[in-house]
C-alpha cells in the first residue's frame, strides 16, 4: 500500500512506482479517494528490496506491508496442525513450567542436584540451569564448560530434561553432543541470525528444541516472528518463544514485564509461548505475581528460576531464585488459573 | 547524596556544596570509598531547589534523592491506617468493580440506563461513564452535560455509586452539584497541577473520592505518587491510583498495558490501585485476559468498560467495551483468582 | 484501509463493513491481492466513531488511516500562505531566540531586570519567564502573581515581547489581561482539552500567540498538531511548536532530547517549530550542543533558559540556566550555522 | 549505597549486610539521616555477584553503584592519553568521515569502484560496505563472500581504509585474512558477548580497529561501555562508538535518532564516537540534518550510507544512501559547523 505524499502521484510517478513493482512480479491497482488517492500493490509483496526502493521515492510517504513476513511461523503455516509434546507435557492441553538455578555452580554440584530433586517436586517438567553466562561486564564469572556435566547428572537423576542458553557454535556444538533438550537463545542474541542459522541447523535432525527469547529492544510481534523463522527455516520448527522483559526498564524491576505481549504473539503463529517472570522483573518477591499474569495472558508455560538455596548462587539467583516452597505455591496457583481460564465454555 | 565527577571534592568544592545544604537546614558528610569519595547530605533533603543548586555545580556527577517526596501518600503516613469502603466494598478485602460505557450517549438514555442495570447483574459495584470527553481531534464528539442527568437517574435505579471523568473547574463544580461519587481525572491531565488542586480542595468536604490515573509519558511510581499528593495535600485522601497503560504503546494494542506497575506502587503507598484494562488493551477482545493479569499483580480493582449493545455506543465502546456475558464470566474469573492468592497461608 | 484477520472478507461480513462505512457517507472498494484482500474506506474517513466500529468487529485486524486529522495546520491547509513575524523576526527567514528565567523570583525584580538586558544584548528576540509554576511536589514553589508585574516592566524596558506559561483559565485571564505576547501551555498540559481550547477561544480576538509544548509521552508528530488544531479552532493560528524533550528520559539527561522530530513536524504542518534545549537535556552544560542541534534539524527557533546569575534563581535556573556570555555565545553559533544550512543552493 | 525499606537497619539486618560486603573486601559504613539511614559500600565495589545478593535481601530498597564497571574504557584510564590516527585523520582534531553503499553487489562491481571514488572525491576518509547482512527476514539476501574482493579492489584503488561488518568467527577470519581496517559490530550483536570476545581477541595483534554499534535497546551509556571494554580487555583498544539510532522508533523513521547520547558518552570515555545518521533516520531526506545534529553534539565523525546510483543499490541504499553531490554537500557542511564549535574560545 503506497500513500503519496501529495494527495495523488502524477502520471509519471504512476509510471516509475508501477516499474518497480512489475520487476518483482507485483501490479499496481489505484484507489481513488475523498482527498487523496492510494496505491495497492497486487501480488507477493514480500520483497525487502522493493520496499527499499519505493520508501526511497522523494514523493511516497509511506509504503505499508500488507503480508507477514514470516511463512513456516505463521498460523496459516502446514505447521500450525502439529500436537507439541515436550517434557511429556501436551503443550496447550496442560502448562509447562521450566525452573532451575540461573547460573549452575561448578564448584558445588550438590547445590544443582537438590535443586533439581527439588523443583521436580514442586512441579516442574523441565531443568534449566545456565552454563555459560552473558554477562554485562567482562570481569564476571562467564561460565564453565564442567557446568554441563552437573546438568546432565542431575537430568539422569531426576529425568527432567535440559534448557541450556548456548551464545557461540562452539557452545552449541557441546550442547548438542550432550543431547541438550532444549536450546535457549538469550535476549541478547535474540537478532544474532548467525547464530539462529546455527541452532536452526545443527538442532534439526536431532531432537532438540529451542527457546527463543524476545529481544530486549521491544521487539514487536513480527520481528520476534521473524526471528523464529530463521530457525525454522534451517529445519526446526521445535520453538519456543519467550518474553523475558524489555527496555527501557519499569523503574523498580529489572526489565518492563511484557507478558502482555502473549496474545499478540497468539494470533499470528502457532509457536508456544513461555514467558520468563524472572528476568521481566527481577526480584523474587515480584515472581509470582509475573508469573500468575503469564499464564492470565495465555503464556503456554513459564520459565522460573529456582534454587534451594538462592543465596548460595553465583548468578541471578541470590536476588531472583524462588525457593522451592515459594516454586512449588506459584505453580500450584498457576495451575489453578489455567483451569479457571480453561474452563468449559457454557458460558 | 552528591556524587562527584572527580574521585573526591576539593575542600574549596566541598565548602561550596556545604554552604548550599547549609541554607536548606542540612549537613555534609564525607564517605572515604575506594576510589572515589562520596558526601551524603543528613536532614530533611526534600528541597527540590536545593537539588537543582547541587546538579547545577560543574564538579557534581550526580545527586540521589533518598527520601521520597510524598509525604502523604507514604506507605509510612498516618493515613495508612485508614479502613478504606467505597459502593460497600471493603477495599483490600475483596476486589472492586467499576464498570460502564466508554461515553454516555444524551440521546439515547435507556441504553446507559440498561447498561447500568446489567453491570449491576454482572457483579460490578459502581458505575461509570463518560458525560465530558478528552478526545484527540476536536472535531469529535466532546461530551454534553445532560448525560449526567442519565448517570444520576442510572444511580437512583441500580443504588450504584457514580464514577465521572472531569477535566476542568466547570465540569468539576456540576459533578460535585450532582454528588458524583468518584471523581476521575484522566491520563492528559495527570499532571494537571492546576486541575488536581482544585478537585482536591473542592471535593475536600465532600464525601467524594478521586480516581486518579497514570500518566501515559510512563509515570513512575514516585511521580504517580506525587501527582496524588496534591490532591490529599488539598485535604481528600479519598484516592484510587489507576494505571491505564503508557506510552510507547505495544503494537497491536492501544497502549502498553502497566498492571506490572501495582506491586511497586502498594510497596510506597496505602492508596488503593484500581487497573484499567480497557484502556490498556483497546480492544474487547484483550480485556479479560488483562483484567485477570491486574488481578495477579496484586491490584485492589478494575475499571472495566461495558456497555449492552457495544456497536451502539458513541465513544470507545464499539471497540473496547464487554458485553454483559463477557463482563459477568471476567468479573466471575478475578474474584477466583482474587480468592487463589489470598488463599490463608498455611503453607 | 481495512485489513481483514483471514485472507478476506465473507460476503456477510463485507456487507456489515459496507454498512458501517455508509452511516458515514463513505464507501468500500475491494482489492484483490495475492494471499490477502483488502478493502480501502472511500470517502471523508475521518471519523473517529467509525473507526472505532469497524476496530471493534471480530474478523478484522487492523483499521488504518489514511488521511490527517487536523485540517487547519497541515500544510496543504491555507493558512500555510501566511507569512509569520513574532517580535519583529520574520519566521523561517531567521531564527527566532527567546530566553529569560525558568522563574521569576517575586521576592528579587533586579535579577529579572538585568536577566531581560543581558538576554536581549545577547541576542535573544523574546524574554520568558515562569511566573506559575508546575512542580512534580506540592510543596515546592508554585509562583506568584505578582512575577508578572516585574516581567511587564522588563518588557517596557527592553521592548522585549513576554512568553509565559499559564496553567487553568484564572492564570489565562491575567496573561491576557496583561497582553502578555506568548502565552505558553506546557508539557503537562499538552493534551489538557479544556484549557487549550480556552487558549485558543479568549486569545483568538487579541493579538497573542500560543506556544505548545509537545507532550512528554513521546506523542507522535499526528497527535502533536491534532492538538495544536484545537488551537486554530477556535479561532487562533498564530501557534508555535515546542518539542522539549520526551520519556523515558535518557539515562544522564533530564529528559529524552526531541529535537530530531522537527523535520518530521515540518513536513505536514506549516506552524513554526521552537525548539527547547533547555528541559531536553536539563543541564546547562548540554544546551550548546543541543541548541545547534535543533537548529540542524530545521527549527525555526529555541527557547532557551538564561539568568544572569543562574545560582540565585528559584526555579531550574541553577542547573539548566546559561549565564549571558554562554547565551550570547549559543545564539551566535547558532546563527552562524542557520546561515551555513540556508546557503544559496548553487549545487 | 544501600538504601534500607525501612528508616534503618536492625542491628541482625546490618549484621548480614556487613558479612556479605566482607566477603568482598568491602566495608559498610552507616550513615544517619534525618528520616532514614543509608550504608555505604566503602572498597572495591564491581562485584556483580556481591550486589545481587544485597538487593535479595528482603528489607533492601535499592542498592546503587557508584563506581563505574569499565575499567580500560574510563576516562581515567591510561588509554586515554592515546593520540589517536585513522585513515590518517588526527582522531579529535578534525571530523572522520566513513562513507559507502549499505551493501556491495557482487554481481555489479563497478558500482561498488564507481561510488568508492566519488565517496573520496566528496571527502571521506573510509570506505564502507556491507559484505554480508543481518536482515530481517530469512529470505532477504544474505550476502556473499566474493563482495569483499570488489571491496579490497576499491581499497587498492582509492586508497581509502575498509569498514566491513561481521557477524561471526567464520566472518572475522575472513576479514582479518583480507586485512579489513576497521571490523564492524552492528547493533543486533552489540551484546553478543561471544563475538565480542573473538573480535577483541583475534584482531588485537593486527592492526584492525572495531567500530561498535549502540544496542538498540536504548543502552545507556554505561552498558554501551561495558561491551566496548569486551574488546579491550581481549587486548584491541583501537574502538569506535556508533550511535545509530534507538528503539521504540520515532514514527517517521527507520529508529529513534540518538546522537545526543555524544556527550554523555564523551564525559565518561576517552573512545571516539562516530555516528551513524543512515540508521538513524532510515532516509536519505533525513541525513544531512542528522549529521550535522551529530556534529553539534560532538561527535568525532560519522558513517554515511552513499551510493553513485542509490535505486540500484540491493541494500538499504534505495532509500537511504545520499547521492555524491548531497555526499559532498553534508561533509562540507559538517566541516564547516566543526570548525565553527571549535573556534579558538576567546570568549
Redesign the interface.
Known amino acids: 500500500?503506497i500513500?503519496p505524499?501529495e494527495?495523488r502521484l502524477s502520471p509519471e510517478q504512476l509510471r516509475e512506482v508501477t516499474g518497480i513493482v512489475e520487476e518483482f512480479g507485483c501490479r499496481i491497482?489505484e484507489?481513488?479517494?475523498?482527498?487523496?488517492n492510494?496505491y495497492?500493490?497486487?501480488?507477493?509483496?514480500?520483497h525487502?528490496?522493493m520496499f527499499?526502493?519505493l520508501?526511497?521515492l522523494?514523493y511516497v510517504a509511506r509504503v505499508?506491508h500488507?503480508?507477514s513476513?514470516?511463512?513456516l511461523l505463521d498460523k496459516?503455516s502446514e505447521l500450525a496442525n502439529q500436537r507439541l509434546v515436550l517434557g511429556g507435557v501436551p503443550i496447550g492441553e496442560e502448562p509447562l513450567f521450566i525452573a532451575g538455578p540461573c547460573t549452575v555452580n561448578p564448584q558445588n554440584p550438590q547445590l544443582t542436584l537438590e535443586t533439581a530433586d527439588a523443583v521436580k517436586s514442586a512441579g516442574a517438567q523441565l531443568l534449566r540451569g545456565g552454563v555459560w553466562k552473558?554477562?554485562?561486564?567482562?570481569?564476571?564469572?562467564?561460565g564453565d564448560h564442567n557446568a554441563l556435566e552437573i546438568l546432565i547428572e542431575a537430568r539422569e537423576k531426576t529425568g527432567l530434561p535440559l534448557v541450556v542458553e548456548v551464545?557461540?557454535?562452539e557452545?552449541l556444538k557441546i550442547a548438542l553432543e550432550a543431547e541438550v533438550d532444549v536450546l535457549q537463545i538469550g535476549t541478547?542474541?535474540a537478532?544474532?541470525?548467525?547464530?539462529l542459522?546455527?541452532v536452526g541447523r545443527l538442532s534439526a535432525p536431532t531432537r532438540s528444541w529451542i527457546l527463543l527469547k524476545r529481544?530486549?529492544?521491544?521487539a514487536?510481534?513480527?520481528?520476534f516472528l521473524?526471528a523464529a523463522?530463521?530457525l525454522a527455516?534451517?529445519g526446526n520448527p521445535r520453538i519456543l518463544l519467550c518474553p523475558r522483559g524489555?527496555?527501557?526498564k519499569?523503574?523498580?524491576?529489572r526489565n518492563?514485564?511484557?507478558?502482555?505481549?502473549?496474545?499478540?504473539l497468539k494470533?499470528r503463529t502457532w509457536a508456544p509461548v513461555v514467558c520468563d517472570p524472572s528476568h521481566?522483573?527481577g526480584?523474587?518477591?515480584?515472581v509470582p505475581?509475573?508469573s500468575?499474569?503469564a499464564?492470565?495472558?495465555?503464556a503456554d508455560g513459564l520459565g522460573i528460576e529456582a534454587n534451594v538455596e538462592?543465596?548460595k548462587g553465583?548468578?541471578?539467583?541470590?536476588?531472583?531464585a524462588l525457593d522451592p516452597?515459594a516454586l512449588?505455591?506459584t505453580i500450584r496457583?498457576c495451575r489453578?488459573?489455567w483451569n479457571?481460564?480453561h474452563e468449559p465454555t457454557q458460558?
Not at 484507489?31 to 487523496?36: F, L, N, S, T, Y
Not at 552473558?134 to 562467564?142: A, I, K, L, N, V
Not at 553465583?314 to 531472583?320: L, S, T, V, Y
Open positions: 500500500m500513500i505524499k494527495s491497482q484507489i481513488v479517494g475523498a482527498h487523496r492510494i495497492a500493490i497486487l501480488g507477493d509483496e514480500r525487502e528490496l527499499n526502493r520508501i526511497g522523494s505499508d500488507i503480508e513476513s514470516y511463512r496459516s552473558p554477562r554485562t561486564m567482562p570481569y564476571s564469572y562467564q551464545m557461540d557454535e557452545q541478547r542474541n537478532l544474532n541470525y548467525s547464530l542459522k546455527a529481544g530486549r529492544h521491544m514487536d510481534p513480527d520481528e521473524s523463522e530463521y527455516a534451517e524489555t527496555m527501557p519499569l523503574d523498580g524491576y518492563h514485564p511484557d507478558e502482555s505481549i502473549t496474545p499478540l494470533e521481566s522483573t526480584h523474587a518477591s515480584y505475581a509475573a500468575l499474569a499464564i492470565a495472558y495465555g538462592p543465596r553465583i548468578g541471578d539467583d541470590p536476588k531472583q516452597a512449588e505455591k496457583q489453578a488459573l479457571l481460564i458460558d
